[in-house]
């Protein structure tokens, strides 16, 4: 019997019942996949927040410490009159230099020497503000003003000296004093200097 000319084709189920298979795997996966869509039905995670700083408690605010002293007591009558025999108290002073307004909101204590020639008046202060205030008020100084080696040697004694205007200033600093002295007299630092070192001589000791 002769043979056909085709050979029979045996059906491919094979793969074909693989593909089948694997889209049924894939379609009947209820699961979700990595980096997908949450299920909805699934409770929500919680949130993480971030943890609590606690608080930190704010830092008290320095208070000026008082400095008390009769204003003979910075400058002698000696001192004045080794300074111009023509100055003498200001009965009537009231504080208007900016500085000297300063040395008054530190708790200082501020003074004034007339002119009874000329009326000029020579406003002097000293205040021990505390810390923070007092290297405040020297970086002003630093800033604004002009350093004055002859006032002191630092780092015991700072000193400054300023002119605006018409107006001269001395500041210096030393340990917890701030002393100011300011006047349309002083022209330039070397006319502060006797003032200047007699107050230093007279601040209390520490």
């Known amino acids: ?65 008082p400095f008390e002293v009769a204003c003979d007591e910075l400058l002698s009558a000696d001192d004045v009159y080794a300074f111009n025999p023509n100055y003498g108290t200001d009965p009537g002073f009231e504080p208007s230099a900016e500085a000297l307004v300063g040395v008054v909101d530190e708790a200082g204590t501020a003074c004034g020497l007339l002119n009874q020639t000329n009326g000029a008046v ?38 400054y000296f300023s002119r605006a205007g018409d107006v001269g200033e001395a500041q210096v600093f ?9 006047s349309t007299e002083l022209v330039e630092p070397g006319d502060a200097q006797s003032l200047v070192s007699a107050l230093l001589a007279n601040l209390p000791a520490g």
């Open 1 to 65: 019997m002769p043979r056909p000319l085709h050979p029979a084709r045996t059906p491919v189920f094979g793969p074909v019942l693989v593909a089948a298979a694997s889209v049924l795997l894939l379609t009947g996966c209820s699961g979700a996949m990595p980096g997908g869509a949450t299920d909805p039905g699934a409770p929500p995670a919680a949130s993480e927040s971030p943890a609590a700083t606690a608080s930190q408690p704010a830092e008290p605010d320095e208070k000026p410490v």
């Open 122 to 159: 020579i406003e002097f202060g000293v205040a021990t503000p505390p810390a923070g205030a007092l290297a405040t008020r020297m970086g002003d100084a630093a800033l604004n003003s002009n350093v004055v080696p002859t006032y002191g040697t630092p780092p015991d004694v700072e000193g």
């Open 174 to 182: 030393t340990g917890r004093y701030w002393v100011v002295i300011d």
